[in-house]
């Protein structure tokens, strides 16, 4: 079990029936993940938005924090087509993942040079979300 | 219930009339799966729950929202203030878009550190990424539906981005806006792609993604 | 009707034609239905001849600098004391709108800190061309843009 190299669909290891062991789990992730989201719901502060004026734009926007990794790239790249294009090439890499990452060792450690680069496109990604949030 | 020795009533009564419990126990008790399946395994199905959230507490904002730049702000103000817990439900929505960005993308990252996307899962992570870029198409549309400052700025700068992109550029950015520049247009036009295009695209790529996982299980722990 | 009356031969090709056939009919719908979908969703073109704008001088002493609605996007006119500009008030870096600031005499985007001269060009910052200018002209006691 320590190391399942083959990754056939019809797994031979599975060997746990989904009920109750599974699907009793998610039925506590689940009233876990509602306990959170309503305490977020009520404890997070309101923000007091302005009605939109499309005459005026305010100081110091900045788009959502999902959106902040990729405005900050741009925004440090001098060339704003070749900003765009690296996001794309980034994209489809990450789209096109499994065809060109075929490694059959499944542990992160046993992954030498996957992991690291992981690692560092993730850091990146949220160095980059910082970074745009306190420029 | 699920098929145990005492069955309810009424799974005898629905199993004289359409044989429900082979079906049952094939996708519970007998349905087998990976041992050691651990906590993060959940992220999937939370991305469905919140997902699910989200098209509710949508449902009931369109009730009292009205998606003109005249009165979009007013109407959701009118929800918080006004309406019987509208305050809830505006913040439950608006607040799950951001919960649900951070599930799914949760959900990537285990599913990278697990090498879960081989061979024969190649199309699970390629639907899923569509499904993640669905997402966040979703939230960026939404986001405009209340016409504040930061919305309407951050249709603009988002709007422009496609723009610095060669011969086509200028012609996206024309037609994501309807317009030159944001306006009543680009917010109906928001709209319809927020509380029908992208939630239909989102349910059968969804769909599309359990169906595969159904077929190859899900991938084990190391 | 496979009863011999038709030799499998001649079958075939029939079928090879039909489906032909509706390939090509396929493509053709599929065009035929996306053109005006397309269409449909590009923006509407302003009206020629709509857009003039005027005001009246008083309401713009020198140093001092209006935003308008022209022609559907917004521009500014600034009195520089020695005549009357207008330009888009549209950054054309990422959209937002320029301000004026009438210390330092340049307009400024709050965006990225673009900053541009009174022509227009470029002062600082990202912006990757000029704000384009507006031609403006005066006449009893009004400064008008577009319009005959």
């Known amino acids: ?135 | 219930m699920f098929a145990s020795k005492k069955d309810s009533a009424l799974l005898d009564w629905l199993e004289e009339r359409f044989t429900i419990k082979e079906e049952l126990e094939k996708n519970t008790t007998k349905k087998m799966v990976p041992p050691h399946i651990n906590w993060l395994y959940c992220l999937g199905g939370l991305s469905l729950t919140i997902f699910i959230i989200q098209v509710v507490t949508g449902v009931f904002l369109m009730m009292y929202y009205k998606p003109t730049p005249e009165l979009a702000y007013g109407s959701i103000e009118f929800i918080v203030k006004e309406v019987p817990y509208g305050w809830l439900i505006q913040r439950v929505h608006s607040i799950g878009a951001n919960t649900m960005i951070i599930l799914v993308m949760a959900h990537m990252v285990r599913v990278l550190f697990y090498n879960a996307y081989q061979k024969p899962r190649e199309l699970h992570w390629i639907s899923g990424i569509f499904l993640f870029g669905l997402t966040l198409i979703t939230s960026f549309t939404g986001y405009l539906l209340p016409w504040t400052q930061l919305s309407y700025w951050g249709a603009t700068v988002g709007t422009n981005m496609p723009g610095s992109a060669p011969i086509i550029g200028e012609w996206m950015v024309r037609m994501s806006r309807g317009s030159e520049q944001v306006s009543g247009v680009t917010l109906t036009r928001f709209f319809a792609l927020h509380v029908v295009v992208l939630p239909a695209m989102i349910s059968a790529f969804a769909g599309w993604h359990f169906v595969m996982i159904r077929r190859t299980g899900v991938a084990g722990p190391f | 009707m496979v009863d011999g009356t038709i030799d499998s031969d001649a079958l075939s090709k029939r079928r090879k034609f039909i489906k032909g056939l509706i390939g090509f009919f396929g493509i053709a719908t599929v065009a035929g239905v996306t053109y005006p979908f397309v269409r449909y969703l590009q923006p509407i073109k302003q009206q020629e001849g709509e857009g003039r704008v005027e005001i009246a001088e008083a309401d713009l002493p020198p140093g001092k600098a209006v935003l308008i609605n022209y022609k559907g996007n917004p521009a500014v006119v600034i009195n520089t004391g020695g005549g009357y500009i207008a330009l888009t008030a549209v950054c054309p870096h990422l959209g937002c709108i320029v301000k004026w600031q009438e210390e330092e005499g340049i307009l400024f985007c709050p965006c990225h800190a673009g900053k541009f001269d009174t022509d227009g060009n470029v002062l600082a910052g990202p912006p990757p061309r000029p704000l384009e200018k507006f031609p403006v002209r005066v006449a009893g006691g009004k400064v008008i843009l577009g319009g005959v």
Request: net charge neutral; with cysteine; proline share 10%.
């Open chain 1, 1 to 135: 079990m320590a190391v399942d190299n083959n990754s056939k669909s019809t797994d031979t290891n599975h060997e746990e029936p989904f009920y109750p062991h599974e699907l009793l789990k998610f039925g506590v992730a689940f009233f876990v993940f509602l306990a959170v989201l309503f305490t977020l719901t009520i404890f997070l502060p309101h923000g007091i938005h302005e009605p939109a004026d499309p005459m005026n734009t305010p100081a110091h926007i900045k788009p959502e924090w999902y959106f902040l990794a990729p405005y900050q790239m741009l925004k440090i790249v001098p060339n704003e087509l070749a900003g765009m294009a690296v996001q794309g090439i980034l994209g489809l890499a990450i789209l096109f993942l499994p065809f060109w990452e075929k490694s059959k060792r499944r542990h992160p450690a046993k992954r030498p040079i996957f992991t690291p680069v992981c690692i560092v496109v993730i850091s990146a990604f949220i160095a980059l979300t910082l970074w745009g949030k306190y420029s």
